[in-house]
């Protein structure tokens, strides 16, 4: 089971850190992607750590969002937002993919968890 937390409302400029954890299993024996879904649109994949700890981002979020891994213990992966801007807005989901290869990371086909999703919401 996924859980993903730490959304919220802020200004345009601002900063939020999310978080996904992870019970039952290890995330650190797989990959993990951030994916995010607008009202209206489909969802895009913002960003994907494997498990090899290769980074990946989508153009509008690099430079702004950083990715990382939390120590085995917390089995937790983060997400820091910062520079936010109101197209950042929309649910952001945590994924989890079993395997190595971060071949195709933003297809949602390739995730075997999800979790619930947590809003972000920022206002200009």
């Known amino acids: 089971q996924l859980q993903a937390s730490g959304g919220g409302l802020v200004q345009a400029g601002g900063s939020l850190r999310l978080s996904c954890a992870a019970s039952?299993?290890?995330?650190?024996?797989?990959?993990v992607a951030w994916f995010r879904q607008a009202p209206g649109k489909e969802r895009e994949g913002v960003s994907y750590?494997?498990?090899?700890?290769?980074?990946?981002y989508v153009d509008s979020v690099r430079g702004r969002f950083t990715i990382s891994r939390g120590d085995k213990a917390e089995n937790t992966v983060a997400l820091q937002m910062n520079s936010l801007k109101p197209e950042d807005t929309g649910i952001y989901y945590c994924a989890y993919y079993d395997g190595y290869s971060a071949d195709r990371w933003r297809q949602t086909s390739r995730y075997s968890y999800w979790g619930q999703g947590t809003q972000v919401t920022v206002s200009s």
């Open positions: 039952g299993f290890s995330l650190s024996d797989g990959g």
């Open positions: 750590i494997s498990r090899d700890l290769f980074i990946y």
